[in-house]
T-cell receptor, first 114, second 117 residues
């Protein structure tokens, strides 16, 4: 079974702190994604990566950056956390190219910025 | 820009009923469509994936259909059970210009399903 893990289930940070959210997948997937999920707004894509050291902006990249130094790991960075970044963050991975490209999700990190 | 809409936003039914969840999308140039289930506070679990060339997919009591030309998909749940209570999300994967896909998903806002014993 594909497994996508996220470093924390719950995280509480203060405004202005630098925050790292880590995601690891064990299926050698090329594509990895970071979403945030908010009531009334649904899931929105922040960034995605289709290869090591490659990244592409999603729909709402402002206030975030990412890092992909190894194929299995994709990190989301909040350079200076703000209260409007309080949200559920979901990581996902998939194969690239052709085929089903089914996307597999991690359990999510509930981040609260106070 | 692709937009995905799910109707209804919430649905409450007694156990044993058959039900239909609806999903519509504005751009028919999709690679495939995926239905997910999400339990409160948890991640997403993939239920069914329909490639753009397919009309339907079945898994147990679940059946998903796709009408790409009209921009619609439905998820049919037969003989609903309290354990089916969750949020159901529809997501489409768009085509790139070359006919492939990066795999990015555009999500609907979900249907919250409650099945009463």
């Amino acid at each position: 079974d594909v497994k996508v893990t996220q470093s924390s289930r719950y995280l509480v940070k203060r405004t202005g702190e630098k925050v790292f959210l880590e995601c690891v997948q064990d299926m050698d997937h090329e594509n990895m994604f970071w979403y945030r999920q908010d009531p009334g707004l649904g899931l929105r894509l922040i960034y995605f990566s289709y290869d090591v050291k490659m990244k592409e902006k999603g729909d709402i990249p402002e206030g975030y950056s990412v890092s992909r130094e190894k194929k299995e790991r994709f990190s989301l960075i909040l350079e200076s956390a703000s209260t409007n970044q309080t949200s559920m963050y979901l990581c996902a991975s998939s194969l690239m190219g052709a085929g089903r490209l089914e996307q597999y999700f991690g359990p999510g990190t509930r981040l609260t910025v106070t | 820009k692709q937009e995905v809409t799910q109707i209804p936003a919430a649905l409450s039914v007694p156990e044993g009923e058959n039900l239909v969840l609806n999903c519509s999308f504005t751009d028919s140039a999709i690679y495939n469509l995926q239905w997910f289930r999400q339990d409160p506070g948890k991640g997403l679990t993939s239920l069914l994936l329909i490639q753009s060339s397919q009309r339907e997919q079945t898994s147990g009591r679940l059946n998903a259909s796709l009408d790409k030309s009209s921009g619609r998909s439905t998820l049919y749940i037969a003989a609903s059970q309290p354990g089916d209570s969750a949020t159901y999300l529809c997501a489409v994967r768009n085509l790139n210009a070359g006919g492939t896909s990066y795999g990015k998903l555009t999500f609907g806002q979900g249907t919250i399903l409650t099945v009463h014993p």
